[in-house]
Structure formats: structure tokens, C-alpha cells
């Protein structure tokens, strides 16, 4: 398995509050991911990193910034928090895009907010 | 319509069983794609990649046609262990090459 881990694996917190989750690798690869999985939806991409302080928003970036100061480090942090973040959410990486551009998903946090 | 259908299931079905999924893209200007299985309460884990020559891996086999913008995964002598959720997965056909997942299909092997 991808040495991929999550911190927290769970949390709850109250509406307005900022949250900041946080995705580790020892893989050394370039491109990290931050996705969000609800019912109904398939995955959907939240922001991304090329590089170390290159990221990109993706599909459901509103409400959400990421930081990478590190290669191993990617961090998720919901300003104020809001109901509608509740979900789970999964970071991934990958060496390469393109063809060869599998991702690999860390373990996920379950994330509640009230 | 969605980039990425998948008939959602369930799929129930014995043991030993063949069972086929298929999912269909809108972006002809997709070029990677992708079969990941999901447990339920767990991460997405790669089944395999689909190339446009079809490719083979144990009981699960993977078929991509452009022209239709289809691709297909078969698993042949179905197992308990089989039973999870299987992601359809394109990528967007831009120059990041992001990935698009679908909502996934539902697969219950019964004893």
C-alpha cells in the first residue's frame, strides 16, 4: 500500500469553526489531491498540488484552501466551517499525470460538522 | 449529462458467477481511464487501468472502446471477496489530466 495517512480520521465540530486536516506521504511524489465523497456523487476534486506551494483549484473549491510547504505534507483547511462540508474526505497522490497518473487514496477523514 | 455513468446496481449475484460492468464518458478527449474498487467506509483502492487494447488481470478483465466512449470491466468466477463498490474513472482530457470518478456500482456476491 501507498504510505498515504490522514489526520484526524474523524472529527466533529460545530458550524463556524476552522478546520484543518491534513494528508502525509513518504512516497516522494509530486502531485497530491484532496477530494470530497458524498452520496449520490462520485468523488470530486476539491484543490490539488503540482509542487511544493503549486497548487489549483478543482471542481468544489468554494470554502476550502490547501497549503504545501513540504513534499510529504498536503493541508485541507475549511475556513468556517458549514454543514454542507460534512462528508468524508480522501487525499491521493501520484508520481505522474497523463497516462501514467494513477492515484493512490489515503484513508479518508469523516468529517461532521453541526 | 454526467462526464462519467455507471449504472449504480446492486449487482447481486452467486458465487462463481461472471458479471459485467459497464460505464460510458463524454470526453472524447479523455486518455487515461481506470477501474478502482471501493469497500464500503474505505479508500478507493486501483483495480486496474484500461488500455485500448483491452488488458487482463487474473478473473477481471478491462475494455476500452473510443468510438463509443464505453468501457467495460468482467469479472469471471465471482468471489464473497468481490463484493464492493467498482468507480468508473476518466480523466478529463485537459492538460492536467484530472480525474473524474463515477458514483460507482454496487456488486453483492451471494454464498
Known amino acids: 500500500d501507498a504510505g498515504i495517512t490522514q489526520s484526524p480520521r474523524h472529527k466533529v465540530t460545530e458550524t463556524g469553526t476552522p478546520v484543518t486536516l491534513r494528508c502525509h506521504q513518504t512516497?516522494?511524489?509530486?502531485?497530491m489531491y484532496w477530494y470530497r465523497q458524498d452520496p449520490g456523487h462520485g468523488l470530486r476534486l476539491i484543490h490539488y498540488?503540482?509542487?511544493?506551494?503549486?497548487?489549483d483549484k478543482g471542481e468544489v473549491s468554494d470554502g476550502y484552501s490547501v497549503s504545501r510547504s513540504k513534499t510529504e505534507d498536503f493541508l485541507l483547511t475549511l475556513e468556517s466551517a458549514t454543514s454542507s462540508q460534512t462528508s468524508v474526505y480522501f487525499c491521493a497522490i501520484s508520481e505522474f499525470q497523463g497516462r501514467l497518473g494513477e492515484q493512490f487514496f489515503g484513508p479518508g477523514t469523516r468529517l461532521t460538522v453541526l | 449529462r454526467k462526464e462519467v455513468e455507471q449504472d449504480p446496481g446492486p449487482f447481486n449475484v452467486p458465487e462463481g458467477a461472471t458479471v459485467a460492468f459497464n460505464c460510458t464518458y463524454s470526453?472524447?478527449?479523455?486518455?487515461?481511464f481506470f477501474w478502482y474498487r471501493q469497500d464500503c467506509r474505505k479508500e478507493p483502492k486501483l483495480l486496474m487501468s484500461?488500455?485500448?487494447s483491452g488488458n487482463e488481470d487474473g478473473r477481471f478483465t478491462a475494455q476500452l472502446n473510443r468510438a463509443s466512449q464505453y468501457i467495460s470491466l468482467l469479472i469471471r468466477d465471482s468471489k464473497l471477496s468481490d463484493s464492493a463498490t467498482y468507480l468508473c474513472?476518466?480523466?478529463?482530457?485537459?492538460?492536467?489530466?484530472?480525474?473524474?470518478f463515477g458514483t460507482g456500482t454496487l456488486l453483492a456476491v451471494q454464498p
Open positions: 484500461v488500455y485500448s
Open positions: 498540488s503540482y509542487g511544493v506551494k503549486d497548487t
Open positions: 470526453n472524447s478527449a479523455s486518455q487515461s
Open positions: 512516497e516522494n511524489h509530486r502531485y
Open positions: 474513472v476518466v480523466s478529463d482530457g485537459g492538460a492536467t489530466n484530472k480525474l473524474i
